[in-house]
C-alpha cells in the first residue's frame, strides 16, 4: 500500500508539474460538421477504441467524397486494420497517380498501442483536412493514415497500462499485437500481419515517399513535449539519411515552434542518467525498427515520439501540430522530395550492376556525435546512493537545466564487407523465397545449373541468444569468407542487388547482418548438421562479377 500511496503523490507531483508545460498553440476545434475524437469529446480523458476510430472513418465518408477506406490487414484477432486514403480526387489506385504531380505520404499511430496520441491525432488531421477549406495541403499530397495500426492491442485497454505515463486517465492498450509480438521490431522478419500488411498495401502498393510512426517516449526527463529521429543506418542511402537529419526536420522542428507553438528535439537518452553532460544518445540503427527499415528502401521515415510525461491533451496537439508541420514541409518541397527518392533508387541500381571494391556492406556499427550538438530543456537530477547496489536511484527535481551535449546520433560500420551484384541461394525452402518477396524484392531461380566462382562464409561458431526474443533465440555467428568455385543447381535462388530494394536486399542476406535471416533463424535448418560437430556453410553465395544467367522471377 505504501509503495502504491507514494507512487501516486509521485505521479500527481509530476502532473502537477507539467501543468506548467505552455500549452501548444493553434487548439483545434473541428470545423463545425465534423466528428469529434474521443479524446476531444472527453477533455481528454479517454482515448478511441476500435469501434470509434471505425464510426469515426464512416462519419468522415459520409462528409467528404475525398476519402476511402482500404484494408491494410486483418489482424490475428479478425480485426480488419482500416488505411485511409485522402486525396482530391482520391486516387482509384496507385497507377492512377503514375502522372501526377501529387506525392504520397504515410501517417501511422497505434503501433504501440499503449500510445495513442497518434490515433487521435491522425483521426483529426484526418477530419480536418478533408473539411476545413484553409488546409491546402491536397494540392499537392496524397496523404495515407493508418491511425490504429495495432487494432488487437488497443482494445485490450486499462489504466495500469504503461505506469509512467501521464494520461489518458481511462487508460490505453497494450504495446503487442495479437501474437503478443513487438511490431516495431517486425520489420525485418515480418512474422506479423500488421508489418505484411503494411508492406504489401501501403509500402508496395502505394509507394509513399514518407512514412510518419507514432510513438511515446519511455523515460528521460524534459520539457519538449515532441521528439523526432530519421532513418539510421548507415547501409541506406547516406544522402537521404543526411537529408533528413540536417535538412527536413531542423526545417520541420523551426515550423512546428513558430507557427504551431510546440517544442520539439532531436530523440534520445542521456548516455548516463548521473551525469547529462556527458550526452544525448539516439536508439539504435537496426532495421527491426520501422522507420530504419523504412530508410533501407530508399523512403524518407520520421519517428516521432512525444513526451510520455506531458498531459494526454499536450501529446495530442503536439503530435497534431507536429504531423500538420511535416505536410508544410511536404506540399513545399514536394519536387523535390520527389527526385531524392527517384535518385537514391537509380543510385542502388547503378552500384548493384558492377560493384567496386569500395561499395561495402557495413557491420559492428556503433553510433558517433554528431559535428553539432543539441540542445535539451532538461533537469537536474538527483542521485540516492543504494546500498548494496552499483545502480543509485535517480529523481527528477524541478529545477529547470538548459543542457548542450554532444548527440550520438552518427551510427557507422566499424567493418564492412564487399557488396556483391547478387546473392545465389541453393536451397529449397519454400520459406526463403516467401520471406524475400515478403518485403518486395525482385526474386529469380536459376532455369539451368552453373559452375560460379562465388564468395563462401564458412561459418565458424553459431550462439544461439540465451534469452528467448520475439520468440527466437537469434543467432550471433562468426565464420571465414573463402572464394570457392561451385555448381549452383537448377533452381538456386538469385537475389541482385541491382533493384531499387538492394540495400534491403543485402541487410537480409549478408551472414553477418546484426538483423538479417540468418540472425532471425529462418536457415537454422541449413547450419548444423546432425551428429556433425561444428558448422556448415552459410547456404547464401555472394557473386562479386557479373554474370550473364538463366534464370527466372518467382512470383
Ligand atoms: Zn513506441
Not at 542487388?497 to 535448418?525: M, V
Request: with cysteine.
Amino acid at each position: 500500500m505504501k509503495a502504491v500511496a507514494q507512487f501516486r503523490i509521485a505521479l500527481a507531483a509530476l502532473i502537477a508539474a507539467h501543468l506548467l508545460i505552455p500549452a501548444p498553440g493553434a487548439a483545434q476545434t473541428a470545423p463545425a460538421a465534423g466528428p469529434r475524437t474521443t479524446a476531444e469529446a472527453t477533455d481528454y480523458a479517454a482515448t478511441s477504441t476500435f469501434a470509434e476510430v471505425i464510426s469515426f472513418i464512416r462519419e468522415l465518408q459520409r462528409l467528404s467524397p475525398f476519402l476511402r477506406a482500404e484494408t491494410l490487414c486483418t489482424s490475428t484477432e479478425g480485426r480488419e486494420v482500416p488505411l485511409l486514403v485522402i486525396g482530391k480526387p482520391v486516387p482509384q489506385d496507385p497507377l492512377a497517380l503514375r502522372y501526377d504531380k501529387r506525392i504520397v505520404v504515410y501517417f501511422q499511430a497505434n503501433i504501440h498501442a499503449g500510445e495513442v496520441e497518434g490515433k487521435e491525432a491522425t483521426l483529426m488531421l484526418a477530419r480536418d483536412v478533408l473539411l476545413d477549406p484553409r488546409l491546402p495541403y491536397l494540392d499537392r499530397i496524397v496523404l495515407l493514415i493508418a491511425p490504429i495500426f495495432n487494432a488487437d492491442g488497443n482494445d485490450k485497454m486499462d489504466p495500469r497500462n504503461r505506469p509512467g505515463q501521464v494520461g489518458p486517465e481511462k487508460g490505453s492498450g497494450v504495446r503487442h499485437n495479437g501474437q503478443n509480438l513487438d511490431l516495431n521490431r517486425d520489420a525485418m522478419k515480418l512474422e506479423s500481419p500488421e508489418l505484411r500488411g503494411l508492406v504489401r498495401n501501403v509500402l508496395v502498393r502505394w509507394d509513399p515517399l514518407l512514412l510518419v510512426d507514432c510513438h511515446t517516449t519511455n523515460g528521460s526527463y524534459h520539457e519538449e513535449p515532441v521528439s523526432y529521429s530519421g532513418p539510421l543506418s548507415p547501409n541506406g542511402d547516406p544522402a537521404l539519411v543526411a537529408y533528413v537529419r540536417d535538412k527536413m526536420l531542423p526545417a520541420v522542428d523551426a515550423t512546428l515552434e513558430k507557427k504551431h507553438g510546440t517544442l520539439s528535439i532531436p530523440y534520445g537518452d542521456p548516455v548516463d542518467f548521473r551525469d547529462m553532460e556527458k550526452g544525448w544518445q539516439n536508439f539504435s540503427h537496426q532495421p527491426r525498427y520501422l522507420t530504419n527499415y523504412i530508410g533501407l528502401r530508399n523512403r524518407l521515415a520520421i519517428l516521432d515520439e512525444n513526451y510520455s510525461y506531458a498531459d494526454f491533451r499536450t501529446r495530442v496537439l503536439g503530435n497534431y501540430n507536429l504531423l500538420r508541420s511535416i505536410l508544410d514541409y511536404c506540399a513545399a518541397n514536394a519536387p523535390e522530395l520527389a527526385r531524392l527518392v527517384a535518385e537514391a533508387d537509380a543510385r542502388t541500381v547503378e552500384r548493384g550492376l558492377a560493384p567496386k571494391e569500395t561499395d561495402t556492406f557495413g557491420l559492428d556499427i556503433e553510433a558517433r556525435a554528431l559535428p553539432d550538438k543539441v540542445t535539451v530543456r532538461g533537469y537536474e537530477t538527483e542521485v540516492i546512493p543504494r546500498e548494496g547496489s552499483p545502480f543509485p536511484q535517480l529523481k527528477r527535481t524541478d529545477r529547470k537545466r538548459t543542457y548542450v551535449m554532444p548527440y550520438f546520433a552518427d551510427f557507422f560500420p566499424k567493418r564492412s564487407v564487399r557488396l556483391p551484384c547478387a546473392y545465389l541461394i541453393p536451397v529449397f525452402d519454400p520459406a526463403i523465397p516467401v520471406k524475400l518477396r515478403q518485403h518486395g524484392l525482385a526474386v529469380e531461380r536459376l532455369t539451368e545449373a552453373v559452375t560460379l566462382e562465388a564468395e563462401a562464409f564458412r561459418l565458424k561458431e553459431i550462439k544461439g541468444a540465451e534469452r528467448l526474443f520475439q520468440g527466437h533465440r537469434t543467432n550471433a555467428v562468426t565464420g571465414e569468407y573463402a572464394v570457392e568455385t561451385r555448381q549452383f543447381p537448377k533452381g538456386t535462388l538469385l537475389v541482385r542487388t541491382a533493384q531499387p530494394l538492394g540495400r534491403l536486399a543485402s541487410y537480409l542476406l549478408e551472414a553477418e547482418s546484426d538483423d538479417g535471416l540468418l540472425f532471425w533463424n529462418f536457415f537454422d535448418s541449413y547450419i548444423v548438421r546432425q551428429w556433425g560437430r561444428g558448422a556448415e556453410t552459410y547456404p547464401v553465395f555472394k557473386l562479386f562479377s557479373p554474370r550473364d544467367l538463366a534464370a527466372a522471377g518467382v512470383d
